[in-house]
């Protein structure tokens, strides 16, 4: 028989790109947590034990991703604010009083999951916190900097910052296969026992609807070939089937 094979290739190549393509998104639960859509659990940042802060050296950051903070000294403040920076001057500078978003970012292969800030302060202020997930830092590490005075990047380090599954609970794709194994068993199962006590059959015959399982595997196989004809061509065995 022969193929076009670079049909073929052309194809399943397709198909393998739309079943893989899937965008990673997390959604918001609240300003402070989010539910991963590939289902690796939730991030919760509510067991964040105080504001974050990098005090080591200038410009300095505080971050508090569930309670409003306020930052006060004789050089300025930031009020009721997520996320303030000190300058190299010791000015401050709200970098995050909104309801943030959560956005997912792939580079090189690589997902990054992170808080969006945007502010207008006189001036729109564009803010980043990703959130990398370090198992062995028990609280949480800030770590920050200005790529430019309307863009800044920080990292909050941190187990919480890791997704959480819940504990105790079935999935719901955990529940379906039961379900489904479920059902299957019963029906064959309770349809056995019927052929064999109303209809006293044996052998193949207590099978419920034998017919239509011993037919099931060449309907298939016509199915699947059917949905693969595109990429066939015109060869001898499927040029019956009609184009999709």
């Not at 991703?65 to 920076?85: D, K, Q, R």
Request: proline fraction near 4%; aromatic fraction near 12%.
């Amino acid at each position: 028989m022969k193929v076009k094979w670079k049909s073929l290739h052309g194809c399943l190549w397709l198909v393998i790109q739309i079943a893989f393509s899937q965008e990673l998104t997390c959604t918001s639960t609240d300003s402070c947590s989010c539910t991963l859509s590939d289902g690796h659990g939730k991030i919760d940042l509510k067991k964040l034990n105080e504001t974050v802060s990098n005090r080591v050296k200038l410009p300095v950051f505080w971050f508090s991703p569930c309670h409003s903070i306020s930052v006060v000294n004789s050089s300025g403040n930031c009020s009721n604010v997520n996320l303030c920076m000190q300058d190299k001057n010791e000015h401050y500078r709200c970098l995050g009083a909104s309801k943030p978003e959560f956005h997912v970012e792939e580079r090189n292969g690589v997902r990054s999951l992170f808080l969006k800030y945007v502010t207008n302060n006189g001036a729109h202020t564009f803010s980043r916190v990703y959130l990398q997930c370090s198992p062995d830092v028990p609280d949480a590490i800030l770590t920050g900097n200005m790529v430019n005075t309307s863009f800044y990047n920080l990292t909050l380090h941190s187990q919480h910052c890791c997704p959480l599954k819940a504990q105790d609970t079935l999935s719901t794709g955990s529940i379906l296969l039961i379900v489904f194994f479920t059902t299957v068993t019963s029906y064959f199962v309770v349809g056995v026992l019927y052929n064999k006590t109303v209809y006293a059959a044996s052998g193949t015959a207590l099978i419920p609807h034998y017919q239509f399982w011993s037919d099931l595997p060449g309907l298939i196989k016509d199915g699947y070939l059917f949905f693969i004809s595109p990429c066939l061509g015109d060869s001898v065995e499927y040029k019956y089937y009609q184009r999709l």
